[in-house]
């Protein structure tokens, strides 16, 4: 006769966890503001009570109150040295046929490849570079914000609280993604990178699009000669002056949107773990660490895939759009 | 009223009120794109990609809202 099995384990084992499950979870009510407010009879040691989080925006500064060193640069130089290691040693002694840890990059390359390829057509080749350094950035700064040297970690250092830089203990190592500088220095790269492959491959009709103002000019040649469709025309073009301009601030816009899509999902999801280690901790939490996972890598997938469409965008002629 | 009340009405207002266009635009989207996946299967790949594009700049709105909540919640004063 088989074992009959729950989930995989036996009905003891599943009966053993599901009750260690349960107790951690009233373990932590208890611990936590809204249990102690419920039993307040029952007074657990200081260690189990988790301190109010104080999430602020500005990345602190460690050691000096110079903006120049705060910890999410030195998170941003963690990442850096972790992906240049590791490709380092990947790439080292390449064989034919691929090791562990060069099957692993040789996979990540061709997946992003692969990416890239799927959307940009012939001009993969040009674009992967600088969208794959923006997607490898990204998912590596939200990714190893979840180990455990993130936030606990405390040094000497200047916070921003209540207006001016105060001396505290702050966390040696922040999230990257979290500190609004990142992003926007990523979102600048991208348009620089968008408008550098767009006026290579156009030249100056990439400029024009934006500067509309030939159709205008023709259309009111023909108006003074008094050819047919004059009039219409000279309407026509000045639209589409108008739409060429709010086009080129459109593009500034994008720096914006870029910037604060990143920077608020990555703080967003950083507030949320904080609060809910306050809330309910040990146990809540949880499914949020694997929320913040799915969302770093949905943002740095979406990051990149944007550069990689608007360069696309950018690099296809609209000749065949005009008459 | 004061300060402290005001603050707190506006945080909940402006992410109650401000939620409510990018849920409706996404709701959206997934329908439109869950139509056009039952009419072409076949174009199952490009109708995903298109409809997480679209998905991605519709939450960046919702994003902008949770900006504004954070900065009246923790730095105004």
Known sequence: MKKKKILGCSFPV??????????????????????????????????THV????????????????????????????????????VFFAARKAKLIPGKLQNFIEFIFEALYNFCASVAGDNARAFFPVVSTIFLMVIFNAWIALLPIFGTIMVPGYEYQGGTWEHTMVPLFRSANTDI?????????????????????????YVEQFF?????????????????GGIMGVFVGLINIVVGLLELLGQFTRIISF???????????EILILLFSFLLPYLVPLPFYGLELLVGFVQALIFGGLTLVFMSVAVTSHESDHD | MTAEATKLLAVGL??????????????L??????????????????ILTNMILAIAFTEAIGIYILIVAILLALVVK
């Open chain 1, 51 to 86: 301190a109010q989080p104080n999430p602020v925006l500005p990345a602190e500064r460690v050691f000096f109150n110079s903006p120049f060193l705060t910890n999410s640069i030195i998170s941003a130089w963690l990442t850096i040295i972790l992906i240049v290691t590791l």
């Open chain 2, 14 to 27: 402006a992410v109650g009120i401000g939620m409510l266009g990018p849920g409706f635009g996404i709701g």
């Open chain 1, 181 to 205: 500088n990142l992003p926007l220095a990523l979102a600048i790269v991208s348009f620089v990178s968008v408008t550098y492959f767009g006026i290579r491959a156009r030249k100056t009709e």
């Open chain 1, 14 to 47: 599943f009966i053993f966890i599901t009750i260690l499950l349960l107790g951690l979870f009233f373990f932590g009510f208890i611990s936590g503001p809204v249990g102690s407010n419920f039993f307040s009879g029952i007074k657990l040691p200081a260690w």
């Open chain 1, 259 to 269: 910037t604060f899509r990143l920077f608020g999902n990555m703080i967003a999801g």
């Open chain 2, 29 to 46: 989207i997934g329908y439109s794109a869950m139509n056009a996946l039952g009419r072409n299967p076949e174009a199952r790949g490009a």
């Open chain 1, 212 to 228: 509309n103002f030939r159709p205008f000019f023709q259309s009111t040649k023909k108006a003074v000669k008094r050819e047919k």
